[in-house]
């Protein structure tokens, strides 16, 4: 059964700083994975999908990295503002009918 | 751009009642997918559809039940409510049955059961 975990739970970072945020799934067999943006009590926001092919994608200063036969996938936010603040998630898809599974998220501050 | 649509907004309901959430899919996106989120949790899949039929299925509950119609949008209709019910419930939207498009995400209905 697949597992997504996201670490750490939080974090706050000051502007200008780059953020690293950590997703591990336990089975390698994904067909892609997404990283999501949710400010409180909204919807989310697809900011990119990397296909199981793939090791990056890039849009603007995100960059998101997957290593599969690991498990991992980093998102990379450069130089952060406070813009930035919401909690991120990521999810893999597994089968092949497209349900997405999510981790926890990580919740974002960047401080002015 | 066009975005996945979803109605209402936010609903508030009683206990035993049932509500009926609207989902209208991105143009030319023939993939519906529902999802519920719990106060504080990660959102939880609950059913699919491809062309009008079931895909795939979830955690939902038997009181729980969904379609997709000709123009291809979805309604969740849930019945005999209950307090843990409440919650952000999201549809989303692909091209193609399959793991290559990318999943867009409607605003959410916010149910409240009182």
């Known amino acids: 059964k697949q597992e997504v975990t996201q670490i750490p739970a939080a974090l706050s970072v000051p502007e200008g700083e780059n953020l690293v945020l950590n997703c591990s799934f336990t089975?390698?067999?994904?067909?892609?994975l997404q990283w999501f943006r949710q400010d409180p009590g909204k919807g989310l926001t697809s900011l990119l999908l990397?296909?199981?092919?793939?090791r990056e994608q890039t849009s603007g200063r995100l960059n998101a990295s997957l290593d599969k036969s690991s498990g991992r996938s980093t998102l990379y936010i450069a130089a952060s503002q406070p813009g930035d603040s919401a909690t991120y998630l990521c999810?893999?898809?597994?089968?092949?009918?497209?349900?997405?599974?999510f981790g926890a998220g990580t919740q974002v501050v960047v401080t002015p | 751009a066009a975005g996945v649509i979803q109605s209402p907004r936010h609903l508030i309901k009683e206990k035993r009642e049932t509500a009926t959430l609207k989902c209208y899919p991105i143009p030319r996106h023939d993939t519906v997918y529902w999802y519920q989120q719990g106060p504080g949790q990660d959102p939880q899949f609950l059913i699919s559809f491809y062309e009008k039929m079931q895909s795939d299925k979830g955690s939902i509950p038997d009181r729980f039940s969904a379609q997709q119609f000709s123009d291809y949008h979805s309604e969740l209709n849930m019945s005999s409510l209950e307090l843990g019910d409440s919650a952000l419930y999201f549809c989303a939207s692909s091209r193609k049955r399959g793991p290559r498009d990318t999943q867009y995400f409607g605003p959410g209905t916010r149910l409240t059961v009182l």
């Open positions: 990397i296909q199981s092919s793939q």
């Open positions: 999810a893999v898809l597994n089968g092949s009918w497209g349900k997405l599974q």
């Open positions: 089975d390698s067999a994904i067909y892609n």
